[in-house]
């Protein structure tokens, strides 16, 4: 039988941090399919008036969802698991070959004290996929380093017109609790 | 549903009328025929054309009508690139933009791989499907005056806005605009932005 062990810890505090570099960032549109590990992000997002939500049904959506801001001025971010990184790389061509900005930020699964065997195969090949469709790749395993790193990110994205994500370790995120 | 009406519109008369009226109006193109048909109605910097993408073109408008809420933004569109990205029924009436409208020009085939038919050939119903996804405003389009009539839906009425207008399968010249994405992209955000273009 498989056995689970729950990581404990408090609540983390980088969404918040993330929030407030995505405002810093001057990030107006924020659009997303869910993950566990983005709720508070996406909450707080959902809370805030002043950024446009759109709730996507696949993530390639939001690659294009990202070109259409752009074009209109606007800067967005796109937040997905790693599952949804392979959705998206046909679509990636779009933002190569007009040399725009995209600024992923991917929530892994299968990295990191992963239960799911389904989740292994695009979880380990997410930094892969995403460097062979010209992607610039940032991984973090470490809470502090989050917001710091997606600041980071977000500035060769938009000042450099460039596609870049930053994986959000699994580490970072904690052990998902089966037996709830 | 599977319709044997008979179909009479040309695609290229019909986008010529639609952006006759299109004023400052931003509009988006989707691969293939859409793109060639935005082309030869004539160039214009309003224009974005994606030659890639399959699927992109009625997110690539909701970002834009998101990011431009005092704009009309118009996107044309095949049936099969519409079909591709479908979910995108979904995304865009719960994102509920007033100010976009999705127009398919449905040949119900693949034009650019060998004129293969595409569902629509077998009933699919694009407008339904945006109707039952919740668009504000729905209509399929069969004749010159039907045409005629959808123009206020896809400039003036309040969006989420779907047409989906039934054209002929009957070659039509091959007319091709700029292809540089690089370029495009900056013609494009120079019109719209400004200076701010290049900040």
Redesign the interface.
């Known amino acids: 039988m498989a056995t689970t062990r729950k990581k404990k810890t408090a609540a983390p505090t980088w969404p918040a941090e993330v929030f407030k570099t995505l405002k810093d960032a001057d990030i107006a549109q924020v659009s997303y399919v869910p993950d566990a590990g983005h709720t508070a992000l996406i909450n707080t997002c959902l809370a805030d008036n002043r950024i446009k939500t759109t709730r996507l049904t696949t993530e390639e959506e939001g690659v294009a969802l990202s070109l259409g801001a752009w074009l209109g001025g606007e800067r967005s971010a796109l937040l997905m698991q790693s599952s949804g990184v392979g959705n998206c790389i046909n679509m990636l061509s779009i933002i190569e070959e007009t040399r725009s900005p995209l600024l992923m930020l991917v929530t892994m699964r299968g990295e990191w004290g992963e239960f799911n065997p389904w989740q292994i195969p695009m979880g380990q090949g997410t930094r892969k996929s995403l460097e062979d469709a010209g992607v610039i790749v940032y991984h973090v395993d470490h809470a502090d380093d989050v917001a710091e790193t997606i600041y980071a990110a977000s500035q060769i994205a938009f000042n450099s017109y460039r596609a870049v994500a930053v994986l959000i370790g699994q580490r970072i995120i904690g052990f998902k609790d089966w037996r709830k | 549903m599977a319709s044997k009406r008979k179909i009479t519109l040309n695609r290229r008369d019909v986008v010529a009328r639609i952006v006759k009226d299109r004023g400052d109006t931003?509009v988006?193109t989707g691969l293939g025929s859409a793109t060639w048909d935005a082309a030869a109605a004539g160039d214009h910097p309003n224009n974005?054309y994606?030659?890639?993408?399959?699927?992109?073109?009625a997110?690539?408008?909701?970002?834009?009508?998101?990011?431009?809420p005092d704009r009309r933004v118009i996107v044309l569109t095949g049936d099969g690139e519409m079909l591709m990205?479908i979910?995108?029924l979904?995304?865009i009436a719960?994102?509920a933009p007033v100010n976009l409208a999705v127009c398919v020009i449905d040949n119900q085939h693949y034009g650019e791989t060998g004129m293969q038919e595409a569902h629509t050939s077998h009933g699919v119903d694009l407008a339904g499907m945006a109707a039952a996804a919740g668009f504000a405003n729905t209509a399929t389009v069969w004749t010159k005056k039907d045409v005629k009539g959808a123009l206020p839906l896809l400039y003036e009425t309040k969006g989420p806005v779907f047409v989906d207008i039934k054209v002929t399968t009957d070659p039509v010249p091959m007319i091709l605009p700029m292809r540089d994405?690089?370029a495009?992209?900056a013609r494009?955000?120079e019109s719209?932005?400004g200076d701010?273009?290049y900040d």
């Not at chain 2, 997110?59 to 431009?68: D, E, I």
Request: cysteine-free; hydrophobic content about 60%; aromatic content about 8%.
């Open positions: 931003l988006v974005f994606l030659w890639g993408g399959m699927g992109a073109a997110v690539t408008g909701l970002g834009l009508a998101r990011a431009q990205g979910g995108a979904a995304a719960v994102a994405g690089t495009i992209r494009f955000r719209v932005l701010r273009a």
